[in-house]
């Protein structure tokens, strides 16, 4: 079994997954606060995300261990972030 890893890929695979960690952390926060336009836009924008790594990693399993590395990085960055905020719901 040969695996060829292309590091643009990968590199892709990790943003989309910290930014759609980060945005579904987000749509979480708008949810609790009840903000029904921002909860909508952050659930649009988590779908929109992820589509990229999901296609990634179906062609290929390999990227899985990325999209797990982005989806840590994300989730950490945006509660990190929303702890200093003064708003919970960012």
């Known amino acids: 079994m040969s695996v060829e890893l292309d590091s643009l890929v990968a590199l892709g695979v ?3 997954t ?4 980060a945005a579904y952390v987000f ?3 708008a949810v609790v606060a009840r903000r029904r336009v921002r909860a909508a836009n952050w659930s649009g924008i988590w ?3 992820s589509a990229f ?18 989806s840590w990085i994300g989730a950490f960055l945006s509660v990190t972030w929303l702890a200093r905020s003064p708003n919970p719901a960012g």
């Open 53 to 70: 790594a999901v296609i990634s990693y179906t062609e290929h399993a390999i990227y899985v261990l990325f999209a797990a590395f982005g």
């Open 18 to 21: 910290a930014t759609t960690d």
């Open 47 to 49: 779908y929109l995300l």
């Open 14 to 16: 990790v943003l989309a």
């Open 27 to 29: 749509f979480n926060a």
